[in-house]
Nanobody, 123 residues
Framework: QVQLVESEGGLVQAGGSLRLSCAAS????????MGWFRQAPGKERELVGA????????YYADSVKGRFTISRDNAKSTVYLQMNSLTPEDTAVYYC????????????????WGQGTQVTVSA
């Protein structure tokens, strides 16, 4: 059974930083593409960042490019999302997700999801 467990989010002031982590189990993590999504109240879930199995290829939504960094540690079966220069518009529930990938990263088709963690950025 695949499980994805995100770290606790939190409340941070605008301009601050926060790092989320997501620990995976029950999956061959080193061959899984990973993604971070977020969903703000009243909005659709959106992909924030994605990473291939090796960590060598990444994707970022335009809204977070240059501020967020996705990375992974296959030895720890963990994916991270470093968030810098946070703004109130980044307030959302953040989810990590996994899927099998032959190569590259994936922007859709994720099969497995974490429970989500709330990130709130105050002005």
């Amino acid at each position: 059974q695949v499980q994805l467990v995100e770290s606790e989010g939190g409340l941070v002031q605008a301009g601050g930083s926060l790092r989320l982590s997501c620990a995976a189990s029950g999956v061959i993590f080193s061959r899984a593409c990973m993604g971070w999504f977020r969903q703000a109240p009243g909005k659709e879930r959106e992909l924030v960042g994605a990473i291939d199995w090796s960590g060598g290829a990444t994707y970022y939504a335009d809204s977070v490019k240059g501020r967020f960094t996705i990375s992974r540690d296959n030895a720890k079966s963990t994916v991270y999302l470093q968030m810098n220069s946070l703004t109130p518009e980044d307030t959302a529930v953040y989810y990590c997700a996994a899927r099998w990938c032959a190569s590259g990263y994936a922007i859709s088709g994720y099969n497995y999801w974490g429970q989500g963690t709330q990130v709130t950025v105050s002005a």
